[in-house]
């Protein structure tokens, strides 16, 4: 739509590899200590035999995303300032490992003018191409003073 921030079909990736750092630096802000991210004695028990990536982690990456889009759609003399107003449906599909790389595509698939508002998609990949995780998140535009 002509003469809004965002159209649909506007899209931005980013890509991390997820690190043994990143992890323990996410449970030291967040609090999660739990083996299943920390302790790989006890996942060596599990299916998965290994650590895995906090799903809260992979949201934060979502919200780099996120950010990336903004600073792409948001002229420096923008009237309005863009906001998250949250994610729905954040699904983690399939575990990410210590050292996978992921790929986090978000891509706007509705938008509401006269509510200042947009929707994208949110798709995290692995490096084999596997979708981990998806969410739909909702973005508000609103003024500046």
């Not at 980013?14 to 990143?22: Q, Y």
């Not at 863009?82 to 891509?107: E, M, W």
């Not at 508002?117 to 998806?134: E, M, Y």
């Amino acid at each position: 739509m002509a003469g809004f921030y965002v159209a649909k079909g506007d899209q931005v990736t980013f890509a991390k590899t997820v690190g043994e750092t990143d992890v323990y630096m996410f449970a030291g802000i967040s609090g999660d200590f739990a083996g299943n991210h920390v302790n790989e004695e006890f996942m060596k028990r599990s299916s998965y035999g290994r650590r895995i990536a906090h799903g809260a982690l992979m949201v934060a990456y979502m919200s780099t995303a996120s950010t990336m889009m903004i600073l792409k759609a948001a002229p420096d003399n923008a009237e309005e300032t863009a906001v998250s107003l949250g994610y729905d449906g954040v699904r983690f599909l399939k575990p990410v490992f210590f050292n996978d790389t992921v790929t986090i595509t978000y891509t706007i698939r509705e938008i509401d003018v006269s509510k200042r508002r947009a929707k994208a998609d949110i798709a995290v990949t692995n490096q084999h191409g596997d979708t981990v995780a998806v969410a739909l998140h909702h973005l508000k535009w609103v003024k500046n003073t």
